[in-house]
């Protein structure tokens, strides 16, 4: 693969490569002092996002920068898009100044593959409209398989607004291929439609859904992706998908709690959840998005080093 655009062209070998690609990172990250590796000295990284961020942002960032790569953010509200510079226009003049790795987030579905195709060098896309989030699916997969040491018939619910999120899309399509029987619950206007044809199971009901689920994954409500159509009401939604401790008790002795973050507490997620130290993976998800997204940056520019590796 020359890009990273999705996780629905890898195979399952190809996803667990990249997860212990990532594994040699882990170590390297929680050194005490210099956390730094220069596989990728020279190489020019320039993370454009057209559509806000902390984590992915900063972790490409850092990423980048523990590999040794020159790392570029384009500013874009400071950018000519502002002055009605096109999409392509903009990644062909990226690419003219020989960057070696394009990270893009944009809002449009589809707009990573758009770019893709017009440039040199490797693109990964660091989320897509309501498409794709390839890194974040497979930090996910990467901390399931860390807490849970295996996928083959683990039961995951992923939970809330399936409709709008990349997230969920790309975690249905990573975790179904890797074994993993996955489970979508939410209001009916948030599921979208056929989705069934993925081989999820849908649910209505969340105390349904997460019955005896090992991994429960609550998604934020994305509003704004819900312009002219339908918002719930915040507290309507919470009292029937918000999950709170009483209702985590459904699932899996040993359940793990997930959320690809940002978190709207109080309204998918209870703070006592959130924070509980023993079900609770969500800082742990951020600490592998670097060493995902480190072990991608290294793995996708390897023919362009000379390197022979990907899987
Ligand atoms: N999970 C995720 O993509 O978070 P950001 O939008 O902060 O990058």
Known sequence: HRHLLGIAPLAAHEILFLLDEAERWVALNRAAAVKHDDSL?????????????TRTLLSFEIAGKRLGADVVNMAVAQSSVKKGETLIDTAVTLDAMHADMLVIRHQASGAVQLIADKVDCPVLNAGDGQHEHPTQALLDALTIRRRKGRFEGLVVAICGDIMHSRVARSDIIALQKLGAHVRIVGPSTLIPPHIEALGVEVFHD?????????????????????AGGFIPSLREYHALFGLT??????????????HPGPLNRGVEIDSAVADDLKYSAITEQVEMGVAMRMACLDVLTRQRRGVKGWA
Do not use: W, Y
Request: glycine share 4%; no cysteine.
């Open 41 to 53: 000295a020279g190489l020019t990284q320039i993370n454009a996002f057209f559509e806000n961020s």
């Open 206 to 226: 969340l105390d349904k859904a997460i019955s005896g689920a090992d991994v429960v994954m609550m998604l934020r409500l994305q509003t704004e992706r819900m």
């Open 245 to 258: 401790v009483e209702k985590l008790k459904l699932a899996a002795d040993d359940v793990l709690v997930m």
